[in-house]
């Protein structure tokens, strides 16, 4: 007689039409060498953050300073 084995289910499969929604799909980024990369991660991670909160409050001041800008060009920043 022919023994049944029991099937694991499967990796649940995603529902196309409710994907993840990220706040947002725009980032921004600079490359840099590994040796720059290996003094972040470990200044970061001595400090007890990560690397992105360390950049957090430079990319806010950049962002302030280019909102400023486009405003007193009478640019409004355009949405892509």
Do not use: F
Request: with cysteine; proline share 4%; glycine share 6%.
């Amino acid at each position: 007689m022919a023994e049944t084995t029991d099937v694991k289910p499967g990796r649940r499969q995603g529902n196309w039409r409710h994907r993840e929604n990220r706040a947002s799909p725009k980032y921004v980024s600079k490359r840099i060498t590994e040796h720059d990369h290996a003094a972040l991660t470990k200044y970061a991670e001595d400090h007890g953050v990560k690397i992105a909160e360390l950049l957090t409050p430079y990319v806010q001041e950049l962002l302030e300073r280019a909102h400023d800008y486009c405003d007193g060009h009478g640019e409004a920043a355009k949405a892509s």
